[in-house]
């Protein structure tokens, strides 16, 4: 046996185990080594039963005097009680719906069992303790493997429990220590203080002290960001050696362009164009990714790269995560290019449309085929659509410029999709509304140049943000009439349902469901006892994208008064006549999130209102929800979500399959800053890596991971 050995072939994992592990990304033992744990359960204070308190988690090492496991009939639940003695005393445990237990557990057996000892009218007892066998003469406490220690608690899947988890994994690490050799090079371990590979994989699963667990932590996390720089920083290295179209600034047209607009562009927006124009100009692709708040005019500096490619004789992609967004954008275009001699197309799942230059601008309706011939003729200037521009049938003849809109990570391999049969690389405009803190932007961002537009255009209204009490609802309510009276429209988002840690086991699908149902419920009580006479729709995740976009369509057509759904209302849909956005248990979400659902609405010229409906009275909540109040900047609000809540929460990070464990390293800048500047000496020193295979492998993997979407 060593590292590489399928996990099948470990003894004790049958068929049915090996697919849990698939599940979570386990195929190897080595996978196993580096699954790590998310947290631990403190059990190594070890005393004697008499020292035993009421509440507080402790370790008891004792004799079984009895055990027996009952059912109780009313509750239809197995009850096993057993008492354990040492030499200070006996005390009762009782444990239940476990009656597997009486089949290991026998009288005179000498175990440890870890957990809280309860008062409740079954008297004084341990409730529910972790068992181990051994007896104290024979066992030191680094020798227990689920209790008497830190014990680590993995993050679960269905069927997959910790202890299972501990129980294989420990013999393995014995059995194997000798075989795992150190992946970072001396120096840097020695420069940067961290712990070698094989203590710091015994400290992560089994640590001797918190703080040995730390250090430990701080070793997978120092690499985890090294890896991530030395991915990004290469990755950027690579696209800069490739070859891209120079597309030169058309100055004139650009002008004539900025002169067409009904309003003056803002300084963030000259910047932000006036840089990628100049990147364009590069004969190596741009990659770039303008982020700018809801509102902020994003879809114009897109629209004058495009120009810009587009008189220079290149084709333009538009890709939008959806169609209504895709179809919003053709509308935006076109009007855009009104006074341009521009082919525009919509690539959807139904009707595809075209608006022809030759035709005089107008929009018509075109098939399929004659899109695509189009496009692969160059004669479709931009082609606008969702992922099914990915196709193997979409074919450019020219293109030179590719846009994404709130695509947050955009695979390698979906770029070269779209790459087929040019005989270049096209730039890359990524445009995002989510606000990127400082420390991501430089890691799993880092291969990407940024542009941020940090100003609204003047004159907007500023949406108004309160916090609603629960004696205030009612009122609230008679306010969202009023509004609805004089033809306006509203939001209502229904709480997060959280995990809580009690629900660990709690699946995902679960989750889902809990979700669903309480926008259900929530709609069911809003139209039949507060708005029966005004028309409510419901939109969730669980409904399929066709229902979804019918709803956002009837919404937008104004069928809908009031649209109550889950977190789901998709960031970028425009629709000026929502004023009011009420999101319910507001304490739940996240600051960067709430920002997102308020830009929602004030997209027209009538004030707009964002009210945060809590129960919670805690200060902190409190000191959360404020901020939203004073502040209308995403940036600062997304690095004080960073800060409260953890990385967990940004689209991306997840993608990265950064371990729960080491996400925290994401907040780190001076942690950030030190990897990053590694990884950039180690690639100037070596730019192919030749000197580093192991590297290479493990950047094979990162890629693998990343690009699975
Ligand atoms: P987003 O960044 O959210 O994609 P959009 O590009 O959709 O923003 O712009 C939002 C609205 O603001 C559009 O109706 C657009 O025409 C308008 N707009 C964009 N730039 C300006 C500006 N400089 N002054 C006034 N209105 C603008
Ligand atoms: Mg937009």
Known sequence: MNLSTPIEDVPNIGPVYKKRLKKLGINTINDLFFHFPRRYEDFSNLIPIEKLKINEVSTIQGQ??????????????????????????????????????????????????????????????????????????????????????????????????????????KPLLVHLEEQ?????????????????INKALWEIHFPTTLKLSQKAQQRFSFEELFYIELFVLRERNRLSQEKSIPLPIKLDVIQDFVKSLSFKLTDAQKKSSWRILKDLEMPR???????????????????????????????????????????????????????????????????????????????????????????????????????????????????????????????????????QNQEVVPHLLSMTATPIPRTLALTIYGDLDLSIIDELPKGRKKVI????????????????????????????????????????????????????????????????????????????????????????????????????????????????????????????????????????????EHQSYCLLFTDSFSPKTRQRLKALITSEDGFSLAEKDLEIRGPGDFKGAKQWGIPDLMMSSLKDISLVEKTRELAKQILTDDPYLRKHPYFLDKLKQFRERIHLE
């Not at 795992?180 to 070698?196: S, V």
Request: some cysteine; glycine content about 6%; overall charge positive.
């Open 64 to 169: 079984i005097l009895a055990i027996e496991t009952t059912k109780s009939w009313r509750k239809k639940i197995y009850v096993t009680e057993a008492v354990i003695k040492d030499k200070t005393g006996a005390v009762k445990a009782i444990w239940f719906n476990q009656p597997y237990l009486t089949r290991s557990l026998k009288v005179g057996d000498n175990v440890f069992l870890s957990g809280k000892v309860i008062i409740s009218k079954k008297g004084t007892y341990l409730s529910n303790p972790i068992h181990e066998k051994g007896d104290s003469a024979s066992w030191r406490t680094g020798d227990l493997t689920h209790t008497g220690r830190l014990i680590p608690i993995y993050p679960e899947t269905v069927g997959l429990s910790s202890r299972w988890i501990r129980y294989i994994l």
């Open 180 to 196: 795992i050799y150190e992946t970072l090079p001396k120096e840097i371990i020695k420069e940067n203080d961290l712990m070698p």
């Open 465 to 604: 943000t309160k916090i609603i009490p629960p004696k205030e609802r009612q009122e609230t309510y008679q306010f969202v009439r009023e509004e609805i009276k004089n033809k306006r429209q509203v939001f209502i988002v229904c709480p997060r349902v959280e995990k809580t840690e009690d629900e660990e086991q709690m699946s995902e699908a679960k989750l889902n469901w809990a979700k669903v149902k309480a926008v259900k419920d929530e709609y069911e009580r809003l139209s039949k006892d507060i708005f029966p006479d005004l028309k409510l729709d419901i939109l969730h995740g669980k409904m399929t994208p066709k229902e979804k976009e019918r709803i956002m369509l009837a919404f937008k057509n104004k069928k809908i008064d009031i649209l109550v759904s889950t977190s789901v209302v998709e960031v970028g849909i425009d629709i000026p006549n929502a004023t009011i956005m009420i999101i319910e248990g507001a304490e739940r979400f996240g600051l960067a999130t709430l920002h997102q659902f308020r830009g929602r609405v004030g997209r027209g």
């Open 285 to 419: 692709p741009m990659n770039r990714l303008l982020e700018g708040d809801v509102g902020s005019g994003k879809t114009i500096v897109a629209a004058m790269a495009s120009l810009n490619t587009i008189k220079q004789k290149y084709q333009v992609a538009f890709m939008a995560p959806t169609e209504i967004l895709a179809k919003q954008h053709f509308g935006e275009v076109a009007r855009l290019f009104s006074d341009f001699k521009v082919n525009i197309g919509l690539l959807t799942g139904k009707q595809d449309q075209f608006r022809s230059k030759k035709l005089k601008n107008q929009i018509i309706e075109i098939s399929r085929k004659k899109l695509l011939e189009k496009t692969l003729a160059g004669e479709m200037d931009i082609l606008i659509g969702t992922h099914a521009l990915v196709q193997d049938k979409v074919k450019f003849g020219k293109l030179g410029l590719v846009i994404l809109d709130e695509q947050h990570r955009f695979g390698v391999k979906q770029r070269a999709k779209l790459c």
